[in-house]
Nanobody, 127 residues
């Protein structure tokens, strides 16, 4: 599976952005597709994940209520709608696929669960 993230850019606080993660290669129903982010000088952190089969989602507390992850099975694409952006959301956003089956939020928030990673797309939020 190869992943290509897009949609990043420079926005102001309070604005919205929609990121996309396009997958080449088949994504099976047991897979989970997640978004992580890495801010300068910080560790990679979990943002959100979606069950490819039934659309069940988990979110990090820091983005809950502001970000929405969704999938388009026909286009092999996962989106991350980001609203009410804050300067602390500034980071390189990466999408990833876990082939290990659905699990708990605690398990799926761990980056070691994911087998395939895209290059990322940069989001910069100015104050």
């Amino acid at each position: 599976v190869q992943l290509q993230a897009s949609g990043g850019g420079l926005v102001q606080a309070g604005d919205s952005l929609r990121l996309s993660c396009a997958a080449s290669g088949r994504i099976f129903s047991s897979y989970a597709v997640g978004w992580f982010r890495r801010a300068p000088g910080k560790e990679r952190e979990f943002v959100a994940v979606i069950n490819w089969s039934n659309g069940v989602t988990y979110y990090a507390d820091s983005v809950k209520g502001r970000f929405t992850i969704s999938r388009d099975n026909a286009k092999n694409t996962v989106h991350l709608q980001m609203d009410s952006l804050k300067p602390e959301d500034t980071a390189n956003y990466l999408c990833a696929v876990s082939t290990g089956g659905w699990s708990t939020a605690q398990v799926l928030s761990n980056r070691i669960r994911y087998n395939y990673w895209g290059q990322g797309t940069l989001v910069t939020v100015s104050s």
